[in-house]
C-alpha cells in the first residue's frame, strides 16, 4: 500500500526539544493549508503481554527465556506501527514522531540476542522519510527538564544518563540516517530550518543544518 503523507521524526535526548519543534512545525504546516499529525509511540497502548503471547505464540520458542521480555517489547511496538502509525501516515500530509525505534534499539544491546531479535521483527518495517537529530547541549537538556518539570532534580532523568543517550544517538544507532541539527540555537530558526528541509524533501538551507 502506498503511503500519502511524508513521515518525520524528531530525536535527541531528553530536553533537547523535540516536543517544541513538533508543536512549531505543526503550526507553520497549518499555515501553509498543509495538514499534520504528531505520535508519541511510548504513550500508545496496545496489545497485553498475553494478546501477544497468544498472536505470536510460535515466535517466542525461536528465542531463549530470558529474551522473552526484549521480544514482547519489539513485537509490541511493531504491532503499533502497523495498526497505528502507518495508518495515520494517510490522512495527514506529514505525521511527526517524537522518537522511533531508537529506545528499543538501545534496549536490545543488553541483551545476547537481541540484534537477532531485531533484525527479525523488523524487517521490512516503515523507516522515516527524514530523521532529525536534535544536537543539544547536555548542561542546557538538563536545564530545560528542570524548568519544564518544575521539581527537584534528583527527581528527572540525570546528567550522566543524558550523557549515555548522546554518546547512542552519536555514534551507535545506524537504524535509519540522522540529519543532524545544531539543537543550541534560536528556536525560531531551528525551526525554519527543519521546515525547510522537510518541504525540500530532505534538502537542508545553505548547507546548515
Given at each position: 500500500?502506498?503511503?500519502?503523507?511524508?513521515?518525520?521524526?524528531?530525536?535527541?535526548?531528553?530536553?533537547?526539544?523535540?516536543?517544541?519543534?513538533?508543536?512549531?512545525?505543526?503550526?507553520?504546516?497549518?499555515?501553509?493549508?498543509?495538514?499534520?499529525?504528531?505520535?508519541?509511540?511510548?504513550?500508545?497502548?496496545?496489545?497485553?503481554?498475553?494478546?501477544?503471547?497468544?498472536?505470536?505464540?510460535?515466535?517466542?520458542?525461536?528465542?531463549?527465556?530470558?529474551?522473552?521480555?526484549?521480544?514482547?517489547?519489539?513485537?509490541?511496538?511493531?504491532?503499533?506501527?502497523?495498526?497505528?502509525?502507518?495508518?495515520?501516515?494517510?490522512?495527514?500530509?506529514?505525521?511527526?514522531?517524537?522518537?522511533?525505534?531508537?529506545?528499543?534499539?538501545?534496549?536490545?544491546?543488553?541483551?545476547?540476542?537481541?540484534?537477532?531479535?531485531?533484525?527479525?521483527?523488523?524487517?521490512?518495517?516503515?523507516?522515516?522519510?527524514?530523521?532529525?537529530?536534535?544536537?543539544?547541549?547536555?548542561?542546557?537538556?538538563?536545564?530545560?527538564?528542570?524548568?519544564?518539570?518544575?521539581?527537584?532534580?534528583?527527581?528527572?532523568?540525570?546528567?550522566?544518563?543524558?550523557?549515555?543517550?548522546?554518546?547512542?544517538?552519536?555514534?551507535?544507532?545506524?537504524?535509519?540516517p540522522f540529519t543532524k541539527i545544531?539543537?543550541?540555537?534560536?528556536v525560531g530558526d531551528i525551526t525554519?530550518?527543519?521546515?525547510?528541509?522537510?518541504?525540500?524533501?530532505?534538502?537542508?538551507?545553505?548547507?546548515?543544518?
Amino acid at each position: 500500500m502506498a503511503l500519502v503523507g511524508t513521515f518525520i521524526v524528531l530525536t535527541g535526548i531528553d530536553g533537547c526539544g523535540k516536543t517544541t519543534q513538533i508543536n512549531r512545525l505543526m503550526d507553520e504546516l497549518k499555515k501553509m493549508g498543509l495538514s499534520s499529525l504528531s505520535i508519541k509511540l511510548s504513550t500508545v497502548k496496545l496489545a497485553s503481554y498475553e494478546e501477544l503471547l497468544e498472536k505470536y505464540d510460535h515466535e517466542f520458542y525461536k528465542y531463549s527465556k530470558n529474551s522473552h521480555r526484549l521480544l514482547f517489547e519489539c513485537l509490541s511496538m511493531k504491532e503499533k506501527i502497523n495498526q497505528y502509525l502507518v495508518p495515520q501516515i494517510n490522512t495527514c500530509s506529514f505525521l511527526f514522531a517524537d522518537r522511533y525505534l531508537e529506545s528499543i534499539f538501545g534496549i536490545s544491546r543488553q541483551y545476547e540476542e537481541g540484534q537477532k531479535i531485531i533484525d527479525y521483527v523488523f524487517d521490512g518495517i516503515l523507516k522515516p522519510d527524514i530523521a532529525f537529530l536534535l544536537d543539544t547541549d547536555i548542561q542546557k537538556a538538563y536545564n530545560r527538564m528542570l524548568l519544564r518539570n518544575s521539581i527537584s532534580k534528583e527527581e528527572i532523568t540525570s546528567k550522566e544518563v543524558l550523557k549515555i543517550m548522546e554518546h547512542y544517538y552519536k555514534n551507535e544507532f545506524f537504524f535509519y540516517p540522522f540529519t543532524k541539527i545544531d539543537g543550541n540555537g534560536n528556536v525560531g530558526d531551528i525551526t525554519e530550518a527543519i521546515l525547510y528541509t522537510i518541504l525540500n524533501k530532505g534538502e537542508s538551507k545553505n548547507g546548515i543544518i
